[in-house]
């Protein structure tokens, strides 16, 4: 079926550092979505790409469909950015059912 | 606009009961998915509708596991003779435009289902 590997599986960061997660695909996919797992367990919509790069404030994504995989950078860390992150993708065949990856835990300290 | 819906948040249920879990989509949106979450399978795909039709339920367990879409505005999963490994939260999403540029899915806070 359908890969999506997604790493790191955890990253601790210090607040106003910063580093990048990273999902490859193994099939062809369509697009790609990176959410927010708050602890409260909601999905948060972090990016939705059909390709390119997207920016919002801290956080930054790409997608290359050629080259199967998604980044989302994180700049300036800060507390509230502590977490789940998952990517999900949708595969090139015109089933609209997205695949996520494992989730990468992510502790921001002080 | 209140996002997806779904109800109840919580569910506890005794082994060989059945459960019936709602999702009300975005109101709008023409597809609705169905995942579940566990620690040890990760978030997983169960089912989906496009208009209101089954697409595709692969996912979904064959035996005890029924999802249906009576109406554009609600969504059921129910689950026969509840066993404790079904134990999860499960996860509705919508989406404006499936396969189009509106792709976007957005999910419900989700039922956590617990089977004693």
């Known amino acids: ?110 | 606009n209140a996002g997806v819906i779904q109800t109840p948040r919580h569910k506890v249920t005794g082994k060989g009961q059945e459960a019936t879990l709602w999702c009300e989509p975005i109101s709008g949106h023409s597809a609705v998915f169905w995942y579940r979450q566990t620690i040890v399978q990760g978030l997983e795909f169960l089912t989906y509708f496009r208009n209101q039709a089954p697409i595709d339920d692969s996912g979904m367990p064959k035996e005890r596991f029924s999802a249906q879409m009576p109406n554009q505005s609600h969504s059921t999963l129910k689950i026969q003779s509840t066993q404790p490994q079904d134990s999860a939260v499960y996860l509705c999403a919508s989406s404006l435009d499936p396969g189009g540029n509106y792709a976007e899915q957005f999910f419900g806070p989700g039922t956590r289902l617990t089977v004693l």
């Open chain 1, 1 to 110: 079926g359908d890969q999506v590997e997604q790493s790191p599986s955890a990253l601790s960061l210090h607040e106003g550092t910063g580093s990048a997660l990273r999902c490859n695909f193994t099939t062809t996919m369509r697009a790609v979505q990176w959410f927010q797992q708050n602890s409260r367990g909601s999905l948060i919509n972090l990016f939705y790409l059909a390709s390119g790069t997207k920016e919002n404030g801290r956080l930054k994504s790409t997608f290359n469909s050629k080259e199967s995989y998604s980044t989302l950078h994180i700049r300036d860390a800060q507390l509230e950015d502590s977490g789940t992150y998952f990517c999900a993708a949708e595969a090139n065949y015109g089933n609209e059912k997205i695949t996520f990856g494992a989730g990468t835990k992510l502790t921001i300290k002080p």
